[in-house]
């Protein structure tokens, strides 16, 4: 949490943002795993109720009438019973004072509040609401059925936001940087204990275990599988290989909330073979080459182009594509080996304020998102400025039912060697990923230290720890 003053600031340049009317912003409430009282643990606040208000308990709605510039927070007490089971903890009051905000108001006032809104006719402004009980809350408190919601929220609202969280404050970096930090413990971990026979499994429970137990939790659900090619694959039950890459995506999520995200792939035994090497390499130079040219004023969209028309020619040398490279991407053939985007925003959400929608974050009037497979799935586009965090992470997939469906269909034929294609079914996927700072006139990696990532590195790591 930060001081008093960040909060009251972004709320002030919140309210010259948005300019009139009413604003709601829903803090979460617990959220059952199997039955009410077994909530998901640990509980998540949502991150603009963070950003605006920093209280991390569930049960709040923060509400900021720019036209009477009054800030409220609205929430019960807990009672006695409450404390029984779980301990005293401050008052709504006390928590709202922590963070400037005077007025205080129990959950049942939230109505006659909304109610008073609309009969004055002012904007009340929210944001796209993603869980189910917060567009029930608003289905109650503002008679629109959640089905209009998502269309019915703030643009106003939502594009002040976005400008807002978009630029990293300094000591939110310094907040990334730590989940950096404990994101290096998270894959060294994994890379140290990864050895032919042990499950995917248990590498994936140690892997959240470091997350737990430096920080809030992981960011996002680890990705620990030697099924590279299957882009979300979650660890599974089977044993590691001998001869076998493994993929590892993985993320820690601070104790204030802030992110990491990063990718490392390595071979089961510690040595790569040439043949994955060959595919590695490429990957590592694409990788790279996002540092070299990654500044404010340059569209992510068209490093990830440049990345694709890399990738595409290297591809090309080792005999998987053929024929004119940029011809190739501009027909969507590399989409068979990068079938996703070269990255996202970072922040307190890894993909973050993606529940904002995309469409805003990651794209603007010039920048607009593509339809064609593969390019469709990028989700940051437009202009990078000083303060944004964004992810580097290409990759390279053989995917087997991709490469059959494209076969069947003809696809790309002037662009793929199908016939070279189909003796990497049993590869994998391999993908590097790093989070990226942009500078005053360049960038930079996030986190002190390097999980290590260049094979020589890689294997000297696994060899001697
Ligand atoms: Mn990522």
């Given at each position: 949490m930060f001081s008093k003053e960040t909060y009251v600031n972004r709320r002030t340049e919140l309210k010259k943002l948005v300019k009139k009317g009413v604003i709601l912003l829903f803090g979460n409430n617990e959220s059952p795993v199997n039955y009410p009282s077994n909530g998901y643990y640990p509980f998540r606040q949502d991150s603009s109720f963070l950003y605006y208000f920093g209280i991390n308990r569930d049960g709040l709605v923060g509400i900021i009438d720019i036209d009477e510039d009054t800030e409220t927070i609205v929430g019960n007490d807990i009672d006695i019973e409450d404390i029984v089971w779980f301990g005293s903890v401050d008052s709504v009051k006390e928590l709202a004072a922590s963070v400037g905000v005077s007025k205080t108001a129990p959950m049942k006032q939230l109505q006659v509040i909304c109610n008073e809104a609309l009969r004055q006719h002012k904007p009340v402004h929210f944001l796209p609401p993603y869980r189910f009980d917060t567009k029930l809350q608003i289905f109650d408190l503002l008679g629109i059925h959640p089905n209009q919601q998502k269309e019915a929220a703030s643009l106003e609202l939502?594009?002040?936001?976005?400008?807002?969280?978009?630029?990293?404050?300094?000591?939110?970096?310094?907040?990334?940087?730590n989940a950096c930090s404990i994101g290096y413990k998270m894959h060294t971990t994994a890379m140290r204990l990864t050895k032919p026979g042990l499950t995917e499994k248990y590498i994936g429970g140690q892997v959240d275990g470091v997350a737990h137990s430096y920080g809030a939790m992981v960011s996002f659900a680890t990705i620990y599988t030697q099924h590279g090619e299957i882009m979300h694959g979650a660890p599974r039950w089977d044993e590691l290989q001998d001869g076998r890459l493994v993929l590892c995506d993985a993320g820690a999520e601070n104790r204030n909330n802030y992110c990491s995200d990063n990718t490392r792939t390595y071979p089961v035994n510690g040595k790569f073979t040439q043949r994955q090497l060959d595919i590695y390499s490429i990957v590592e130079a694409c990788h790279d080459y996002v540092l070299n040219v990654a500044k404010p004023g340059v569209r992510y969209k068209d490093v990830h182009l440049a990345v694709c028309r890399l990738m595409a020619g290297k591809l090309k040398e080792l005999g998987l594509m053929k024929g004119?490279?940029?011809?190739?991407?501009?027909?969507?053939?590399?989409?068979?080996?990068?079938?996703?985007?070269?990255?996202?925003?970072?922040?307190?959400?890894?993909?973050?304020?993606?529940?904002l929608g995309q469409i805003y974050v990651g794209f603007d009037e010039e920048t607009r998102?593509?339809?064609?497979?593969?390019?469709?799935?990028?989700?940051m586009g437009r202009r990078l400025e000083e303060g944004f965090v964004v992810t580097d992470e290409p990759g390279i997939y053989f995917i087997p039912d991709l490469i059959d469906d494209w076969r069947a269909k003809g696809l790309h034929t002037d662009f793929i060697n199908y016939d070279v294609l189909e003796t990497y079914k049993d590869f994998g996927g391999i993908r590097i990923e790093d989070d990226v700072l942009i500078t005053a006139d360049s960038c930079r990696f996030l986190g002190k230290e390097r999980i290590p990532y260049h094979p020589k590195d890689v294997e000297e790591f696994m060899a001697n720890n």
């Open positions: 939502i594009n002040a936001v976005i400008t807002m969280r978009s630029t990293k404050e300094q000591q939110e970096i310094d907040e990334i940087e004119d490279v940029d011809e190739a991407v501009n027909a969507g053939a590399h989409a068979m080996f990068l079938p996703h985007g070269l990255g996202h925003m970072m922040g307190m959400d890894v993909h973050d304020m993606e529940g998102p593509s339809t064609q497979f593969g390019t469709n799935a990028l989700r």
